[in-house]
């Protein structure tokens, strides 16, 4: 899979040349290509004068990151202590029944990726799944995720 090396490059200048940046550039890697392009650690290796492997090792420490690509949609299910307790479990083997996926993976049409998480911080809310780190759908059943899910299809 190509990467747009002129996008790298731009989001790489958009930002202050110091180590502070690293994370929001590789947030934003994250955000434009759905993964960390290897290509873009590689650049900002390059521009930022700082080794490759502290990079590389800030894209496999952080979750939200992903050094693979990644589906256009992520589906993140939480399976915290509340959630585990509350049926979450059921709802990944369901998730991934439906998908064909099992958990850290993406479908073939790449459009979902099915996480799990240990904590979104939303306990109350138990069973809770995520998707794109906008839609929070709580207390969650088979049934309502399903229904849900199938607008990101």
């Not at 550039?25 to 960390?36: E, G, H, P, S």
């Not at 930022?48 to 949609?73: C, D, N, Q």
């Not at 099915?114 to 911080?121: I, Y």
Request: hydrophobic share 35%; with cysteine; glycine share 8%.
């Amino acid at each position: 899979m190509a990467v747009d090396t002129k996008e790298i490059t731009r989001i790489i200048a958009g930002y202050e040349k110091s180590e502070e940046s690293l994370l929001a550039i590789l947030q934003d890697f994250q955000k434009k290509f759905n993964y960390v392009p290897e290509e873009g650690m590689e650049k900002l290796s390059e521009m930022f004068g700082v080794p490759a492997s502290k990079i590389y090792a800030m894209g496999t420490f952080y979750k939200a990151l992903s050094l693979v690509p990644t589906g256009r949609h992520t589906c993140k299910v939480c399976t915290g202590t509340a959630c585990h307790l509350k049926g979450a479990p059921s709802l990944v083997d369901v998730l991934g029944r439906e998908l064909g996926i099992a958990p850290g993976e993406t479908t073939e049409d790449k459009r979902i990726t099915l996480q799990t998480v240990n904590c979104v911080g939303a306990c109350a809310l138990a069973p809770v799944v995520v998707v794109d780190d906008e839609d929070y759908y709580e207390k969650s059943s088979s049934q309502n995720i399903l229904k849900n899910l199938k607008k990101y299809k």
